[in-house]
């Protein structure tokens, strides 16, 4: 492990030591302070933030592009602190009053209840985490796919960390190909949440995103159509909480996809991630602020960061 690789390690060790033995209300202040100096700062990843923000919002003005970017990097903080401090809620009832279910949560629970495997399209929305951490409490057993850190420990950290939540995660690359697991996951009737909103193999789908062409994994669409099991879209928000500093998420169900009659397993894939993307475009664009998406996305991005266009 090289200097940096050290140095970020020991750093989120220091991160989840300190920030979970802090007051509550100090401990999102000074995570707050540390999103605003970030923005300010204009860093490529704010300006990232900045021309997706722009796509899916486009009849905002520059300034109040800037605000809702201001407020968007401040969520995603957020949902770093409430990382750090999560182990002190998982396991107790807590945990519970931090998330509200909504939509079609239900039916899918129920579904769950009878033995059947749930699948979820998740977006890079709000806190996904704490969303598995009360699943393993309140649906079932939660398994999972993570893009693998550098450095490596760190990822293991971050593994070992989820998997106290009850959460299995299986790393994207460096390893076993995770999709027979996941096969075996929800022929075992598991539940099964994955993030993406962004194609991570080269082998997702175009669909439309909030009016734009978007890549998006084909993941879960084509594990729903190879299995039976259902899919939901799933969009995670936060809402205040009185008088407390830490916000609670709401886990909102969309409508479970269908799969069409007609068409070959591509065009049955690509058309029942369209019907994520709208679910969730519909909540981008009501909550753009806690949608922390600071990676190219659209496809138009995309082909200038392949030198296709200007």
Not at 1 to 29: C, H, I, K, Q, S
Not at 192 to 213: A, F
Request: aromatic content about 8%.
């Amino acid at each position: 492990m090289n200097l940096t690789d050290r140095l970020t390690l020991a750093g989120f060790r220091a991160g989840w030591a300190l920030v979970r033995r802090m007051p509550e209300r100090a401990a999102y202040a000074m995570f707050e302070r540390i999103a605003d100096r970030i923005t300010a700062r204009g860093g490529k990843d704010v300006q990232r933030l900045r021309a997706n923000y722009a796509k899916v919002r486009p009849e905002l003005d520059d300034d109040e592009l800037d605000a809702l970017v201001r407020l968007g990097m401040r969520s995603y903080f957020r949902y770093w602190c409430d990382a750090f401090r999560l182990e002190q809620v998982a396991g107790s009832d807590d945990i519970d009053q931090m998330l509200r279910l909504a939509g079609n949560g239900p039916e899918a629970k129920r579904i769950l209840d009878g033995g059947d495997a749930v699948i979820l399209f998740l977006a890079h929305l709000g806190n996904w985490d704490m969303c598995g951490a009360w699943a393993t409490r309140n649906f079932a057993r939660v398994t999972t796919v993570a893009e693998r850190l550098k450095p490596e420990a760190l990822f293991q950290q971050f593994v070992d960390y989820r998997a106290s939540l009850g959460i299995r995660i299986l790393p994207l690359t460096g390893g076993a190909e995770p999709y027979p697991e996941l096969v075996a996951a929800v022929m075992a009737g598991g539940f099964v949440p994955l993030l993406s909103d962004r194609d991570l193999t080269s082998r997702g789908v175009q669909v439309q995103l909030c009016g734009h062409p978007a890549r998006m994994a084909a993941g879960p669409a084509r594990l729903a159509l190879e299995t039976g099991a259902a899919l939901y879209p799933l969009s995670v928000t936060y809402e205040k909480l009185p008088g407390r500093a830490i916000q609670r998420v709401v886990a909102d169900f969309g409508p479970r996809v269908t799969v069409p009659a007609e068409g070959t397993d591509r065009e049955k894939i690509t058309a029942m991630t369209q019907q994520c993307a709208d679910a969730l475009g519909d909540t981008i664009r009501e909550h753009t602020q806690d949608w922390h998406m600071m990676q190219r996305v659209f496809v138009e991005d995309l082909s200038r960061a392949d030198g296709a266009a200007p």
